[in-house]
């Protein structure tokens, strides 16, 4: 069974930074994109990142130059960079893993898997 495990999530100032993580675990085959989501309480679920297996990245607008996706096809494990955090960055951030191999990657629904999340909260 193919689980997902977040951390690094807490509470940091705006202009911070944070690193997350996600370990997977219980893979029968190679996943080719992991990516990173989050959302607010009341709101869709928006992807914010993703990488593929060779290492290229996608990254949502309101993001891009700010966070850093990279993976360690090694240890099994995603990570996201977050820099110059703002306030409206608070969300609970959710891993997400799948199988297929292709370009899109902003539809949560394209994702086989999924961690419990992580909340970050940015406030001063």
């Known amino acids: 069974q193919v689980q997902l495990v977040e951390s690094g999530g807490g509470l940091v100032q705006p202009g911070g930074s944070l690193n997350l993580s996600c370990l997977i675990s219980?893979?029968?085959?190679?996943?080719?994109?992991m990516a990173w989501s989050r959302q607010v309480p009341g709101k869709q679920r928006d992807m914010v990142a993703a990488?593929?297996?060779?290492?290229?990245?996608s990254y949502a607008d309101s993001v891009k130059g700010r966070f850093t996706i990279s993976r360690d096809n090694a240890k099994n494990t995603v990570y996201l960079q977050m820099n110059s955090l703002k306030s409206e960055d608070t969300a609970v951030y959710y891993c997400?893993?799948?199988?297929?191999?292709?370009?899109?990657?902003?539809?949560?629904?394209?994702?086989?898997?999924w961690g419990q999340g992580t909340q970050v909260t940015v406030s001063s």
């Open positions: 997400a893993a799948r199988y297929k191999y292709g370009s899109s990657w902003t539809g949560p629904d394209e994702y086989d898997y």
């Open positions: 219980g893979s029968g085959g190679r996943i080719n994109v």
């Open positions: 990488i593929t297996y060779t290492d290229i990245s």
